[in-house]
């Protein structure tokens, strides 16, 4: 198996078809079985007791038709902190004052690395400027958000952890 390394995601499913916008990294295998990791980042907005959720739209081909937070992948070069902020820029129109040094959750997995920040601290008012990723955007009691259909397993236990 050779070593990782970096390349542009070219499937349709990152960042909107544009391959610009994405980087994964490819792991080497043997013949043409060659894996994409995509490299995401996330932010979970609290206000209080509440959470920012972002539902996926049903036509999208990852994790369609669910709950999620709202981000986006890594681009080649960016440092995570960056693309979270430029990401919430983009979806959100928000600008993250304050992103915390450890991140809250850390998902590694065969073809994703998700880390999701706790933002506390943001200027501008959340809107759906990403319409075609989200058809919708709510605020949820931690309490009730652990209930609904999410995105990955292990986001019920992260938003038990931030009602603590």
Same mark, same amino acid.
């Given at each position: ?11 349709? *499913?990152?960042? %909107? ?6 980087? %994964?990294?490819?792991?080497? %295998?043997? %013949?043409?079985?060659?894996? $994409? ?26 994790? #369609? ?5 709202? &981000? &986006?992948?890594? *681009?080649? &070069?960016?440092? !995570? ?6 990401? $919430? ?5 928000? /600008?993250?004052?304050?992103? #915390? ?12 690395? $998700? ?9 501008? /008012? !959340? /809107? ?8 919708? $955007? ?17 986001? #019920? ?8």
């Amino acid at each position: 198996m050779g070593a990782a390394r970096s390349s542009r995601c070219f499937l349709p *499913e990152c960042a %909107g078809g544009d391959p610009a916008r994405s980087v %994964g990294r490819v792991l080497a %295998g043997t %013949g043409h079985d060659v894996a $994409l990791i995509h490299t995401v980042v996330a932010g979970a907005l609290r206000s209080g007791s509440q959470v920012l959720l972002c539902h996926r739209t049903p036509q999208r081909r990852w994790y #369609p038709n669910v709950w999620d937070f709202p &981000g &986006g992948h890594v *681009e080649e &070069g960016e440092h !995570p902190a960056d693309a979270l902020r430029r990401e $919430l820029l983009e979806e959100l129109g928000v /600008t993250v004052l304050v992103v #915390p040094v450890e991140a809250g959750l850390e998902i590694h997995e065969e073809d994703l690395d $998700l880390t999701v920040w706790t933002i506390n601290e943001w200027s501008g /008012t !959340p /809107t759906n400027l990403a319409p075609t990723e989200h058809d919708g $955007l709510a605020w949820f009691e931690l309490s009730d958000a652990v209930a609904l259909p999410l995105a990955h397993p292990s986001y #019920p236990r992260f938003l038990a952890r931030m009602q603590g």
